[in-house]
């Protein structure tokens, strides 16, 4: 047990930059606020990107994305779209954008151990010709992310090393850790098998990702 006096916490910048220096002026200088050439390659070569809102009290969320790699539309040096892909239709992002547009997205090429992160404020879109140019095995999305950038910048690989995130070796046996029913049933207290809940999100996640 921990006891709370027991933790020194830190309340003030000044506080944290005696134990974190201040950046180079090059770290500052990392920004670019635009989409230039090399972002849109990597966000073209991305097919899993990571999106943060938070709702008008500033409670966040951080919800995956995934599409093949390219499905991330960028329209122009400032300016990208992301599409809405059938979910648990609990729409938390979505929500928070309505109460609060700040958005955070990182995007993450497999094998590659530096990320691109941008910051922006976001739109929800349910219809635009762009909407087009997102549709994946014959399904146009409902609805749309369009943000605007202001932030962009790399982000280095020091977080993937520390990781071995793509080191195979490294990554434990699935077998080893629950699934995702048996996980359902302890949460919710359900009487249903875990093998019963198992089977139906197999299913629903062969037949209903578009």
Known sequence: MVNPSDIRTVTTEAELRE???EPSRSIWEKDIARIDEHARTIIAHSPFVLLSTANADGICDVSPRGDPAGSV???DDHRLVLADRPGNHR???FRNVLEN?????LFIVPGMNETLRVNG????VSDAPFLDDLVVRGKRPRLALLVDVEE???HCAKAFLRSSLWDTTTWPDRGSLPTLGRIAK????????AEEIDAGLALDAKTNQY
């Open 121 to 124: 404020r976001a739109t929800l």
């Open 73 to 75: 539309l960028v329209l």
């Open 152 to 154: 962009l910048y790399m």
């Open 91 to 93: 729409v938390d992002s």
């Open 19 to 21: 134990i974190v220096k």
């Open 101 to 105: 547009p700040h958005v955070g997205l």
């Open 186 to 193: 302890d949460h919710m207290g359900l009487k249903v098998a």
